[in-house]
């Protein structure tokens, strides 16, 4: 199963649970107590899932390694490119 499948998967069982509980589907004295947080509840998980992303992007991209010895490559590449590029003839 693909990821698009399984969050497709996901998120209609959790929407069919919320439907469910919005139109009165499920009658329960907690249901009812608790209805002002049932109602806004996607919304609460949309930011926290924003928060979610928000952290892994950036705790990915402060973790991210340098590769110290492929930059002297590129760099030596770089040179001699030019260096093969000015013995064609081509000036800067």
Known sequence: MTKLLEWISVTSAVLAVWCSLVGGY????FIDENMNFILVSPIIFVILFG??????????????NNCEEAAIQLKAEILEAKKDLHDKGLRW
């Open 26 to 29: 499920v009658k329960h004295k």
């Open 51 to 64: 928060l979610y992303a928000v952290t892994v992007v950036l705790y990915r991209t402060f973790t991210f």
